[in-house]
């Protein structure tokens, strides 16, 4: 073995960056930047219904991160942490909930290694973070 392959070797570490090896004050800043783009992911949305109704045809991008936060938003609609925007009510439906965790952590399993960082990023993230949301509304249920 050369020095430079030696070198090489020693050289080597690994991190673990999955979401439930993050520090507390790393957890809320995440769910606080979650809950910023399933809020702006929430007026895209409603700006978009808002030309539909006006016969206006805004083209919002669709991709693979658009898709898993539309599902996303749904739960925490579900979960009660975002009014319906007509009503302004909030609704609690943990089975919609749990389903849309099972969809996200099947939609895991079959894109493994198909996504590039930030989508698996994001993928995890989500999933970590409605995971604790909803043992969290379980237990005061």
Do not use: C, W
């Amino acid at each position: 073995m050369s020095k430079d392959e030696e070198k090489e070797e020693s050289s080597f570490s690994f991190q673990d960056r999955r979401s439930s090896r993050l520090s507390e004050e790393d957890s809320q800043q995440q769910e606080q930047q979650i809950k910023k783009e399933q809020e702006k992911e929430a007026q895209k949305h409603a700006d978009q219904e808002d030309s539909h109704a006006h016969g206006q045809q805004g083209q919002m991008e669709i991709n693979f991160s658009t898709f898993v936060l539309s599902l996303t938003s749904s739960a925490f609609y579900y979960l009660g942490d975002i009014p319906d925007p007509m009503t302004g009510q909030t609704q609690e439906n943990l089975p919609a909930v749990q389903q849309t965790i099972d969809i996200l952590t099947m939609l895991k399993a079959k894109t493994q290694n198909n996504l590039d960082h930030e989508e698996q990023k994001l993928l995890e993230q989500l999933i970590y973070e409605l995971q604790m949301k909803y043992i969290a509304k379980q237990k005061k249920g």
